[in-house]
């Protein structure tokens, strides 16, 4: 008998481009498991305009519309609801929004297991599955999360298959520009944009462009082609702001060749369309999340340094629009056009260091595990950040997937070398803590289990035990490039299993344990990487003083 | 609507003090609780 779930229910309560991206992740489980039955739970607002997607992949699909709660009696709208997807046969629900919300509304729908969070008895979240659980501390929380959030989905609902991706459309003359976002942080200004066009336009006289964008973005669409550079060329651009429908943009993205815009939901359609993306990246957006899933896409995200940014912090001057510059996005929109590719010796070639330097070009493909990951080809020099993505994605597949991929070691140069000598101290410290907890822990069970333990002995264990989280939070203060192991560990202890002292110190013994092999493994690889670095630069001043 | 709004707020207080004193929520507390939450961030949507 199979033990494989007959069916699931998924909850994703947020918006457009996440639907988007749980579409993806559906359509690869749904390939390795033809059988299963999918269903979904969205809002209204944003799952009716997709629905001639959503179709295609899921069983059972639930609209929530506020207007239906409303009534004499507080809950008998809602109490239909959940009748009806309660009538739905649900093996595993899947919760994939982190929001409260989306929490209550998981702990009122039968199910026999839960994944992702779900309101307890006394309303705390519960996060169950460690995907979800990655998702919840790592994604939610910093700019160190190693994956695609599509890839994330599949980790949770247990695909492992490669993706199965729609040919990539090249032809037709019309491109797709999407110069809007939902937030000012995340879009460049309309002038700028306006000179982008003009060059496109001028270079390319057998390119139509297409503006899309929403109701709301009417006016902004408007002041770029106010533009004077485009006084010539109105004629060939066409403003689709509000006027089309999501399926309507769907068929304009599908008879076209290109699409170029900022983060949103526009880009992950163009690549559900088969058409190759360059997105701009810029503020908040973390690339690797978010870039549209698909071979051969594009990123520019420009390097820099006041990473991380979160949507709460205020920003003056927006220096990452500043530092992606015209000339790096037209040459790349230029290649696209030419030859579907960017080349990084062309890049270098036609585009200024001073223009290149400040921003990555970043090309999306495939590990052979099947795996989303975005290659920088403008650059061997990885960021710290970077960097420590690398890591943290090759010991977290390995801890919570038991894979390992196949990557070469990452490239130093001088700086990075330097943090990463910086950073080791703080993940010793890190590991020695998880000894101490481990020890602590031990400690209770060997004293539980004397004839007659000590009360006292075992309080000021619990005592120590304490104080080592409370000095993990602080080291994750001073390094906080080892906050995704502390966050998601954390997490794990806040939900510890156990019915008495016995059981709580065991699970508690397992987490310092387990916190401890994260350490040593990120260790190795940070130490394996720095030797072959060292020995390669003993090797280079060896061989120019021969010469 | 409005009537909606201000009965739900009326019982999510009552619910906020029974969390407060730690006691188990019930079913219904938990669909008041998802109506609160879920129109609050329709609205912000």
Known sequence: MSNKPGSITLVQLTRFGDILQTIWAVKDIKTSNPDLAVNLVVRKSFGKPLAFLLDKYFNNIYYLDSKSFIGDDLTSGLDSTIKEINSWETNVLVNLSFSKSSSYFSSLINANFRLGMSASQFASDNVNGSWSEYLYSTVMRG???SFSLVDIFKFILGAKNRPSMPEKNHTGNTLVIHPFTSSEKKMWSPNKWGEIIFKVLKNNPEINLSIVGSKEDSTRAQEIIKNPLLSDYNERIDINCGNLEIEELYELLQNSFLFCGHDSMVGHLASLAGLQTLTLSLGTVRAIESTPYGINNYVLAPRTPCFPCFPSDHCADFKCHKDLSYQAVTECLQQLIDTNEISASELQKNVSPLHLSTADVLQSNFS????????????????????????????????????????????????SYAGLEGFIPNLKQLFELAEFGKKYSRFILEEISKDQPDVEYIKNCGQKIEEIDEMQVLLGKASPALNPIIDFFN???????????VELCTSSHEIYQSIGSFCNIMYELIEKTMNEYSIKNKKNSMKEAKE | MEDFRMKLQIETKKISEKIKNGDALTEEDMKILFLTSYLAEDTNE
């Open chain 1, 143 to 145: 700019p160190l999360n």
């Open chain 1, 368 to 415: 052979k595990e099947g795996l989303f990951y975005l290659e920088n080809i403008s650059s061997n020099e990885l960021s710290m950040n970077e960097l420590y993505r690398k890591f943290y994605r090759i010991v977290w597949l390995y801890m919570l997937e038991e894979t390992e991929e196949n990557s070469s070691y990452p490239k130093l140069n001088k700086a």
């Open chain 1, 491 to 501: 997490l794990k202890k806040s939900k510890m299993a156990g019915n008495n002292l």
